[in-house]
């Protein structure tokens, strides 16, 4: 029996905490331009989260072998949020085009919602993506005087 497949109308909610490892000077040790910013919730990290949640909401119903990937982002970021305090992301499927899923999102700290926007995935094979990726750092290394 083929799976069905995520639908329109699908929730999801998670919850994190935010801790030193999730704020602005944290995405330094990558990009040095973010040391010495406030300890609050990185953007970056705020990002991070609303695409986990979406993954956590459409991973049970994917057939097997099918993953998503993350393909547009369109998220505010209006309010911050101190180390300690809790973090929820509430999602919703509103699109299933093809392969595509769009999802409503909406972020709250224990005081104010703190981003509203939408989040897109495609559903891919994960064997055939991988093989794609090999490929193409393949590729590279030859551009680069590399061996395959």
């Known amino acids: 029996m083929t799976p069905i497949g995520p639908r329109p109308g699908l929730t999801h909610t998670s919850h994190l905490l935010v801790d030193e ?65 809790k973090v929820t992301a509430s999602v919703e ?17 224990e005081r104010d919602v703190i981003s509203r926007g939408h989040h897109e995935r495609h559903i891919i094979d994960a064997s055939k993506f991988e093989q794609r990726m090999a490929a193409k750092a393949a590729g590279t ?3 680069a005087g590399g061996k395959p």
């Open 93 to 109: 499927l509103v699109e299933v085009e093809g392969r595509r899923l769009r999802f409503a999102v909406e972020c709250r700290d």
């Open 21 to 85: 490892g999730l704020t602005v000077p944290a995405v330094s040790d990558a990009l040095s331009g973010f040391a010495g910013m406030p300890r609050v919730f990185a953007t970056a990290y705020l990002v991070a989260f609303v695409e986990n949640a979406c993954i956590e909401a459409v991973a049970p119903m994917l057939p097997e072998g099918s993953k998503t990937v993350g393909t547009h982002v369109e998220l505010s970021h209006s309010a911050a949020t101190p180390v300690g305090m």
């Open 141 to 143: 290394a030859l551009r």
